[in-house]
């Protein structure tokens, strides 16, 4: 089993910056791809960003490229999300996800994703 954990989020005034951490324990994580999601209220959880095991493959929502940037140190086992230019319809709960092992790519698909956080409350206000 691998157990994530979110932190960093809060209240910000749009155009503002927050920067999300995701620490993993347990079973080794470093070898899957890693994951941002989130969910607005009544809305469906929705992909935000992701990279592969080694780094080298960074996948994006159009709606945050350019703005958000996803990185990962593997000797802490930690993900981070880097979140700039901060709009009030990014208001939403991050979560941090990570695929098994076996899974080092990244993946913009819910399903490709084998364990989740708790998540972050993310607020931007206007």
């Known amino acids: 089993q691998v157990q994530l954990v979110e932190s960093g989020g809060g209240l910000v005034q749009a155009g503002g910056s927050l920067r999300l951490s995701c620490a993993a324990s347990?079973?080794?994580?470093?070898?899957?791809?890693m994951g941002w999601f989130r969910q607005a209220p009544g809305k469906e959880r929705s992909f935000v960003a992701s990279?592969?095991?080694?780094?080298?493959?960074?996948l994006y929502a159009n709606s945050v490229k350019g703005r958000f940037t996803i990185s990962r140190d593997i000797a802490k086992n930690m993900v981070y999300l880097q979140m700039n230019s901060l709009k009030p319809e990014d208001t939403a709960v991050y979560y941090c996800?990570?695929?098994?092992?076996?899974?080092?790519?990244?993946?913009?698909?819910?399903?490709?994703?084998?364990?989740w956080g708790q998540g972050t409350q993310v607020t931007v206000s206007s």
């Open positions: 347990g079973r080794t994580f470093s070898s899957g791809g």
């Open positions: 996800a990570a695929r098994s092992p076996a899974r080092p790519s990244a993946s913009i698909w819910r399903s490709d994703y084998d364990f």
């Open positions: 990279i592969s095991r080694s780094g080298g493959s960074v």
